[in-house]
């Protein structure tokens, strides 16, 4: 299974440990294989489904894999992305639902309440859209996700001892101490045989995963392993079912479609409160990831996801899937990884991979009957290790020692307290330091989430920069566009900033084109006026300057406060620009790089 990991700004790439350089490598690759891929790839996906629906408590045959591609096919925005279930909101719900009901005690009124928790999520992610305040998102910084999502995938690694262990009595807390107390207390439950073949397995999917990072060429290994475990897994059981019952197994699945569940929808009674938290909770979640890698790969070709669309997309398909028996869905890093390696060119792929889904679903199911549920918890924890990201924290800790202490605290949170009130204390952290720092909360919302970015143009006969709509005497200067950003650049306006950035490039570009005029050379940032910054933004930076060089501009930063400079300095960005990329003042920068393109014989 390929690696899954939570993602979030404008930066995801590196959160994903998505290496832009190697994915481009496989970009020139024959798309002959597309329908092989994809099938191996739907197969693989209807285990992830299983896999991911035990993790939320719910039966197998409950997974987001039929009607909500078909939906976004014709809604999303985005080219390559791939739309499924995925473990941190499949975490999230079933922790959060099975603390006030019992999924093995009350498995009807548990599914009412998964389904509904759906609705409402898909009901929050379109009304953001709806009312274009997809701005909200930002508040879950990078910082936060990084502590999150580690404190999640422990928890959820603890959960599958389980599975990998063979314990038939296990708590159905989320806890770290309670996860570990039941899985001493319960040591004359351990199985041998369910351990060896279970840590047999899960030593050959985490080697083929090394070996597919250490050597991207070799990807397929890593993306057919799951599948080949499967099946060897499920022989094997066959083979030795007679012979010991210490092995559990998944046991039947039913073929054909997910029957309609709309009227299992709970808008009453004294557990609606809980499914409307678990709705927003998670489709906060999931809408974070799903934006954060349609971005992803929308970057790597050179085109833009529409935001609000996204938001509505997700929103629809998942308000459509709380009704035909699937719960929360959003776009998956793995899913469309395999998407852009195949060769998808849009987002019908979406209508290839619900085509051959519906064929699995109505004549493959039955063979999943042997499947052990070790091979599950195995896949299980391949995937949720790389959610794992000790580089990510450590880089906090060296760049931003506040951004690293809110991530430690949304771990442990997560960890030791639960997983909604990990994320909160997070969250509410972050807007505390912020409210500290901006002298009002509607500064913060007004100034700090939509920054005044402004066009620079020189005061002719002088060496003064001032804005072309303040000063009429201000001209612009030909090959240049110099913006000057007058805010602290945040986790909550980085996105934005960098967004705002790229329109004014392409509206610079076709205003040259109309007049006739030189060519755009250089995107100048004066950034004198940002007071701050953090590993969101100086994360920004890093993306706006990559996708300036694909289009052969060059990006100059000016005259960073101390602060901001010192930050720049400890993640490496400065040395990126090279001696040509930052100066003191918009001036210098003009004069040096003008020379520079005149000795070249540049016009």
Known sequence: MALIRMVSDSTIALRLGLATDEMQMQETRSNRDFFLQIFVFVLKFKLQGISYAKLANLPPIVDSSFVPPLIYSVLGSSKHLAVGPVSIASLVMGSMLSESVSPTQDPVLYLKLAFTSTFFAGLFQASLGLLRLGFLIDFLSKPTLVGFTAGAAVIVSLQQLKGLLGIVHFTGKMQFI??????????????????????????????????????PKLFWISAASPLASVVISTL????????????????????????????MLYFSGTHLALAIKTGIITGVLSLTEGIAVGRTFASLKNYQVNGNKEMMAIGFMNMVGSCTSCYVTTGSFSRSAVNYNAGAKTAASNIVLASTVLVTLLFLMPLFYYTPNLILAAIILTAVIGLIDYQAAYKLYKVDKFDFFTCMCAFFGVLLVSVPLGLAIAVSIQIFFMVMVVVSVIKILLHVTRPNTLEFGNIQGTQIYQSLKRYREASRIHGFLILAVESPIYFVNSTYLQERILRWTREEESRIKENNGSTLKCIVLDMTAVSSIDTSGIEALFELRRRLEKQSLQLVLVNPVGSVMEKLHKSKIIESLGLSGLYLTVGEAVADLSSTWKAHGQP
């Open 178 to 215: 309670p996860v570990m107390s039941s899985v001493f207390n319960h040591i004359s439950e351990w199985s041998w045989e369910t351990i060896v073949m279970g840590v047999g397995f899960l030593i050959i999917l985490l080697t083929t995963r090394h070996i597919s990072m250490r050597k």
């Open 236 to 263: 094997l059981v066959f083979l030795i079912r007679n012979k010991t019952h210490a092995i559990s197994f998944i046991g039947h699945l039913p073929k054909g479609l997910n029957p309609p569940s709309s009227n």
